[in-house]
């Protein structure tokens, strides 16, 4: 059964600073994996998609990659901006299905 | 706008009571996606249809049943109400097949509230 843990569930952060975001997930037979971006009180919103085959993915100052071997994605952000506070959730796609597993999120939030 | 849409956006009802909770995307997807977050805003798939047809049933309670009268329509009825199914569900929907469009796009949720 697949897992998808991210670690730690809430980061404070100064503005300016470049931040990394861990996701780990226990069954590497994934289709592909996908970071999301969850306002307060509102839906979320897809950030990037990796394809299984792939190894990073970027979009502006966010740029995402992915271990499967062993694993492990990782979401960067670059020079971090108050408007980034959300929580960042990491889902995978297992191989021949079209079901997503979510981790729990990690509440980032970027102080002025 | 294209856009993934949910109805009611807030439901607070009885125990006990029967509810339907109504979505639509116009973005052409042919796949849609029920999921529900919890208070612990842990999110988990319930259901999955594909053209119409139910292809994701995650243990839910038969209380739930999805309807799918098109493939730009996922309503999700929901009978005998319980406190325990107070949550934020979510619809999301995505397009099948080629490697690469398959992101997955999500309304902006319904926060039921069962008391």
């Known amino acids: 059964k697949q897992e998808v843990t991210q670690i730690p569930a809430a980061l404070s952060v100064p503005e300016g600073e470049n931040l990394v975001l861990n996701c780990s997930f226990t069954?590497?037979?994934?289709?592909?994996l996908q970071w999301f971006r969850q306002d307060p009180g509102k839906g979320l919103t897809s950030l990037l998609l990796?394809?299984?085959?792939?190894r990073e993915q970027t979009s502006g100052r966010l740029n995402a990659s992915l271990d499967k071997s062993s694993g492990r994605s990782t979401l960067y952000i670059a020079a971090s901006q108050p408007g980034d506070s959300a929580t960042y959730l990491c889902?995978?796609?297992?191989?021949?299905?079209?079901?997503?597993?979510f981790g729990k999120g990690m509440k980032l939030t970027v102080n002025p | 706008d294209t856009a993934v849409s949910q109805t009611p956006k807030y439901l607070v009802t009885q125990m006990g009571n029967d509810k339907s909770i109504k979505c639509e995307q116009n973005?052409?997807?042919?796949?849609m996606y029920w999921y529900k977050q919890d208070s612990k805003k842990f999110l988990k798939i319930m259901f999955s249809?594909?053209?119409?047809?139910?292809?994701i049933n995650e243990t839910v309670p038969n209380r739930f049943s999805p309807k799918s009268p098109d493939k730009a329509h996922l309503n999700l009825h929901i009978n005998s109400l319980e406190l325990g199914d107070s949550a934020v569900y979510f619809c999301?929907?995505?397009?099948?097949?080629?490697?690469?469009?398959?992101?997955?796009?999500f309304g902006p949720g319904t926060r039921l509230t069962v008391l």
């Open positions: 973005l052409g997807h042919d796949t």
């Open positions: 999301a929907s995505s397009q099948s097949g080629l490697a690469g469009t398959d992101t997955q796009y």
């Open positions: 249809y594909n053209n119409k047809e139910l292809i």
């Open positions: 990796i394809q299984s085959s792939q």
């Open positions: 069954d590497s037979a994934i289709y592909n």
């Open positions: 889902a995978v796609r297992q191989g021949g299905s079209e079901k997503l597993v």
